[in-house]
């Protein structure tokens, strides 16, 4: 089974600190995404990344970076942590090529809570 | 840009009832559309999903969704559910020209009564 781990289920960050969180793929995918869940907004994509060093800005990218510097670990970065970033955020992956025929995979999510 | 419309925020009804959620999008393009559930404290799994061909999908557990393109909608069905079925289920679009991004409605919750 792809398995797409997400190192930290439950973090607590004071405002204005540096958020790193970690997401590990382990089918060798190409495709790794960021997205965010909050209640009756659904999930919307942060950013996602087609390959090692490459990144796409998603539908809210605004106070977010990511890094891709080995193919299976993709990680998204808040440079100064605000409360509005208080979230779910989840981690998918897929395998390369259209997403025609593929099937995105998620993490089971990280709960930042930002005070 | 895309969007996509899920109709209901909340359903309750009771086992053995019948579930429809609506799901409309905005592209006139060419789609491929997915319903996705979460389970309390799990992660999103995959239900079903339409790439091309017949427009009725069956899914895993008795899940069926229907693509009307003349409508643009995706409607998820199940005739009869069960306790288990509580969970949120999301509607996501991929616009095939917009590579591989997928475009999620805002979920609906589902309350099976037991």
């Known amino acids: 089974d792809v398995k797409v781990t997400q190192s930290s289920r439950y973090l607590v960050k004071r405002t204005g600190e540096k958020v790193f969180l970690e997401c590990v793929q382990d089918m060798d995918h190409e495709n790794m995404f960021w997205y965010r869940q909050d209640p009756g907004l659904g999930l919307r994509l942060i950013y996602f990344?087609?390959?090692?060093?490459?990144?796409e800005k998603g539908d809210i990218p605004e106070g977010y970076s990511v890094s891709r510097e080995k193919k299976e670990r993709f990680s998204l970065i808040l440079e100064s942590a605000s409360t509005n970033q208080t979230s779910m955020y989840l981690c998918?992956?897929?395998?390369?090529?259209?997403?025609?025929?593929?099937?995105?995979?998620f993490g089971e999510g990280s709960w930042l809570t930002v005070v | 840009a895309q969007s996509v419309s899920q109709h209901n925020h909340h359903v309750i009804l009771s086992e053995a009832a019948s579930l429809e959620l609506g799901c409309n999008y905005s592209?006139?393009?060419?789609?491929?559309l997915f319903w996705y559930v979460q389970y309390p404290g799990q992660h999103l799994q995959l239900l079903l999903k339409?790439?091309?061909?017949?427009?009725l999908v069956k899914g895993i557990k008795g899940f069926e969704a229907e693509f009307i393109k003349s409508k643009f909608s995706f409607n998820l069905r199940k005739p009869s559910v069960q306790w288990s079925d509580t969970a949120e289920y999301f509607c996501a679009v991929n616009v095939k020209a917009a590579g591989n991004k997928l475009t999620f409605g805002g979920g609906t919750r589902v309350l099976v009564k037991p």
């Open positions: 592209y006139g393009g060419t789609v491929n």
């Open positions: 990344s087609y390959d090692v060093k490459m990144k």
């Open positions: 998918a992956s897929s395998p390369g090529g259209q997403l025609s025929g593929n099937t995105i995979y």
């Open positions: 339409y790439f091309s061909g017949d427009p």
